[in-house]
C-alpha cells in the first residue's frame, strides 16, 4: 500500500514554480522516491526519483530532506499542459520495483 | 521516442466473456506490468512479469487473471471470466532493467464489461 502522504489538490499560475510536497515519514534507508503523473486518464508517465541526494533533470526538480521524511517536486515554469494528478511514490530499488500509487495531488495550472 | 502500445483502446464485453488486452511494450525491456485503474479511483499493481515469468502479483490477480508474453513483443493480459467489477483503464508498462527503475506507462485500454 502507498505509504505517502500528499495534499488532495494544487494550484499554480501558468509560469510560476509549482511546489509539490509528499510526506514519507515511514520510508526505509533503501526505499527510493519516485514522482509520477497522469494527465487526465492517460497512462502515468514519470518525470523524476531519488534516493537522499537532490536531482534535476529536463522535467522538474527533487528536493528529499535530509532526513529523508519528506521531498518537494518542483516544476520550474508551470504550463497548462501540467495540469495533471501527481504521485509520489516510495519503492524499493530491487526486483521488478512494483508501483504503489496513491491517490497524489490534483496540480490545476491556472492561466 | 518508443512508447508502450495498447489495443483495443476500448473493449466492451458481457459479463461472463473471456477477454484479452494486447501490450506492446518498449522494444529490448526486460520487465513488463499490468495495472488498472477503476473510475475515479487510484491506479492498482496487478502483475509484474520478468523472464517470462510472473514476478510479484496483487490480491487482485486471481485465478481469472493470467499473463502471457507469447511471441516476444507482444505482452497479454487475459480475463476468463469477466465480471462487472472488472470494467477498469488497464495500463500495460515496461522497463528495461539494470539500474533504469522509470516504468513507461500505455495509453490504456478501456474495459467495460455489461
Known amino acids: 500500500d502507498a505509504k505517502t502522504t500528499q495534499p488532495t489538490s494544487m494550484d499554480c499560475a501558468e509560469g510560476r514554480a509549482a511546489n509539490l510536497p509528499c510526506n514519507h515519514s515511514t520510508i526505509s534507508g533503501n526505499e527510493y522516491v519516485y514522482w509520477y503523473r497522469q494527465i487526465h486518464s492517460q497512462g502515468p508517465q514519470y518525470i523524476i526519483h531519488?534516493?537522499?541526494n537532490n536531482e534535476t533533470n529536463e522535467m522538474a526538480s527533487l528536493i528529499i530532506t535530509e532526513d529523508r521524511k519528506s521531498s518537494t517536486l518542483i516544476l520550474p515554469h508551470a504550463t497548462l499542459r501540467d495540469t495533471a494528478v501527481y504521485y509520489c511514490?516510495?519503492?524499493?530499488?530491487?526486483?521488478?520495483?512494483?508501483?504503489?500509487f496513491g491517490t497524489g495531488t490534483r496540480l490545476t495550472v491556472i492561466p | 521516442e518508443p512508447e508502450v502500445t495498447q489495443t483495443p483502446s476500448h473493449q466492451v464485453t458481457q459479463m461472463g466473456q473471456e477477454v484479452i488486452l494486447r501490450c506492446v511494450p518498449i522494444?529490448?525491456?526486460?520487465?513488463f506490468y499490468w495495472y488498472r485503474q477503476i473510475l475515479g479511483q487510484k491506479v492498482e499493481f496487478l502483475v509484474s512479469?520478468?523472464?517470462?515469468?510472473?514476478?510479484?502479483k496483487s490480491e487482485i490477480f486471481d485465478d481469472q487473471f493470467s499473463v502471457e508474453r507469447p511471441d516476444g513483443s507482444n505482452f497479454t493480459l487475459k480475463i476468463r471470466s469477466t465480471k462487472l467489477e472488472d470494467s477498469a483503464m488497464y495500463f500495460c508498462?515496461?522497463?528495461?532493467?539494470?539500474?533504469?527503475?522509470?516504468?513507461?506507462f500505455g495509453p490504456g485500454t478501456r474495459l467495460t464489461v455489461t
Open positions: 511514490i516510495v519503492s524499493y530499488q530491487t526486483g521488478a520495483n512494483n508501483l504503489f
Open positions: 508498462a515496461s522497463r528495461s532493467g539494470g539500474i533504469s527503475y522509470e516504468q513507461y
Open positions: 531519488g534516493l537522499k
Open positions: 522494444s529490448n525491456h526486460l520487465y
Open positions: 512479469f520478468y523472464n517470462n515469468e510472473i514476478s510479484e
